[in-house]
Nanobody
Framework: QVQLVESGGGSVQAGDSLRLSCEDSGRTFWINTMAWFRQAPGKEREFVAAINWKSGLTSYADSVKGRFTMSRDNAKNLVYLQMNTLTPEDTAIYLC???????????????????WGQGTQVTVSS
């Protein structure tokens, strides 16, 4: 079983930074794609970033490119999302997701991720 738990959310001012973390307390050694999505009230779940677990290579949504950085700590089974220059448009619940496929997909489709954390709230005020 895969267990994902996000943390690090909070309420900040525009221009501030936050670092989210996602801990895998299960067994994910065979998972090659981890991702962050976000979901605001009344909106579809939106892709934010994905990482190739083995190589560390990342991809980002255009809306966060240059501001957000995804990384991982292999030894601790953690993935991070460093969020800089936050804006009110970044306000959402941020969710960590794992792709069960044994190859890197980098998928931006939430339907292709089988494992999800509970989410952590990020609120950015102007």
């Amino acid at each position: 079983q895969v267990q994902l738990v996000e943390s690090g959310g909070g309420s900040v001012q525009a221009g501030d930074s936050l670092r989210l973390s996602c801990e895998d307390s299960g067994r994910t050694f065979w998972i090659n794609t981890m991702a962050w999505f976000r979901q605001a009230p009344g909106k579809e779940r939106e892709f934010v970033a994905a990482i190739n677990w083995k190589s560390g290579l990342t991809s980002y949504a255009d809306s966060v490119k240059g501001r957000f950085t995804m990384s991982r700590d292999n030894a601790k089974n953690l993935v991070y999302l460093q969020m800089n220059t936050l804006t009110p448009e970044d306000t959402a619940i941020y969710l960590c997701a794992a792709d069960p496929r044994s190859y890197y997909s980098g998928s931006r489709n939430p339907s292709e991720y089988d494992y999800w954390g509970q989410g952590t709230q990020v609120t950015v005020s102007s």
